[in-house]
């Protein structure tokens, strides 16, 4: 079954086919960082109108490149929220005019929920593009997405079952990136610059808090963090050069992986059943995440197979996460989703 998919959730004019909610034959995506890069942060009345502008040339490479026609897509699949209402409405709109002229059920899919299939995705052949072949998950799977509006810890018992375990209660940490690398006057989006930058730099330097909320809690904050990092840079205004950037940014990043993978050491030790540890999110591409999450888990007693999108693609905003989830959403009940379809966006996170 092939289905076409729109994401158009923020900056990203997405649009992919993928086959039986696995096999990418195409994931397009336009990108609007240059233009957001001025103003150091996503404007959105800018960003609906860049969608307006790349939405048909991204479809049409779409099918192009899938060497696919209207006649091959089976469904199609659209981000429903959250995300920027004006950025959501060209995306639904866009999917539900091609809904009522092509007669295809359209699949609404809830933001968050496509990052979790990114895990599902891989490029035909059978193998993703990190070249390691790709076995189907197996339940229950513990996972964290980790974003720039949202962390949560998810168990998933099976497909579209989710308990949410733990989530955001300020400011999530890939929005933490952007603010800290504006202090640091080092440009946007923050998380790149910043894990480049913490290369050359010391994570000792800096004590910043590590934020572990009360006792057992599985929520998250990093509005203190932000906080802490302002008021240093304050402190040291005048005198920041090179190597305090650098500095500042390895002791940031280290604080910010340590509390994202000891939370997730938490949930592992309350769910003892979950056989695999999934991360995703655009977070999910910080090789330092990647590899205390590995290494904590390399010394637990028991061994848990870690899956994280193999392709930087598969872990910003895409298409491809929100076809694949909609692949399995529409295979549990296909009567539900009509043709002629109008899909309403929403900002609302509650859509499990």
């Not at 059978?126 to 949560?152: C, D, R, Y």
């Not at 197979?305 to 694949?324: E, G, Q, V, W």
Request: a neutral charge; proline letters at 4%.
């Amino acid at each position: 079954m092939k289905i076409l998919s729109i994401e158009t959730s923020c900056d990203e004019t997405a649009a992919a086919i993928v086959e039986d909610g696995r096999k990418v034959l195409a994931n397009v995506i336009a990108s609007q960082i240059d233009l957001h890069a001025k103003t150091g942060g996503v404007v959105p009345e800018v960003a609906a109108r860049e969608h307006v502008l790349k939405m048909m040339p991204v479809l049409n490479e779409c099918l192009e490149v899938a060497g696919s026609d209207w006649d091959d897509i089976e469904a199609l699949a659209i981000t429903k929220g959250p995300g920027l209402i004006s950025s959501l409405i060209i995306g639904t709109e866009t999917a539900s005019v091609i809904s009522y002229v092509k007669a295809k059920p359209l699949i609404p899919i809830q933001h968050i929920v496509g990052h979790i299939y990114s895990n599902w995705l891989y490029v035909e052949g059978g193998a993703n593009e990190g070249g390691e072949v790709m076995n189907e998950p197996e339940f229950p799977i513990l996972i964290l997405t980790v974003s720039g509006g949202h962390n949560e810890l998810i168990l998933m018992e099976g497909h579209h079952k989710f308990k949410v375990l733990g989530e955001t209660r300020d400011d999530a940490a890939g929005e933490a990136f952007d603010k800290v690398a504006r202090l640091l006057g080092l440009g946007y989006p923050g998380g790149p610059i910043i894990s480049k930058m913490a290369l050359s730099g010391d994570s000792a330097r800096f004590k910043l808090p590590k934020t572990f909320l009360e006792k057992g809690s599985l929520d998250f904050s990093f509005s203190g963090l932000k906080t802490a990092v302002l008021n240093v840079v304050k402190k040291n205004e005048g005198k920041i050069d090179e190597k305090f950037k650098a500095d500042m940014a390895a002791s940031f990043q280290e604080t910010v992986v340590e509390v994202l993978s000891e939370k997730l050491m938490m949930a592992l030790m309350k769910f003892p059943q979950v056989k695999e540890v999934h991360l995703a999110g655009g977070v999910s591409a910080n090789k330092r995440l990647r590899e205390i999450i590995s290494e904590k888990l390399e010394k637990l007693p028991r061994k848990f197979l870690f899956r994280h999108p193999k392709s930087f693609s598969y872990c910003t905003d895409n298409a491809a996460m929100i076809a694949a989830a909609g692949y399995y959403l529409y295979r549990s009940a296909p009567k539900k989703f009509k043709k002629k379809t109008n899909i309403i966006p929403t900002t609302s996170f509650e859509i499990w």
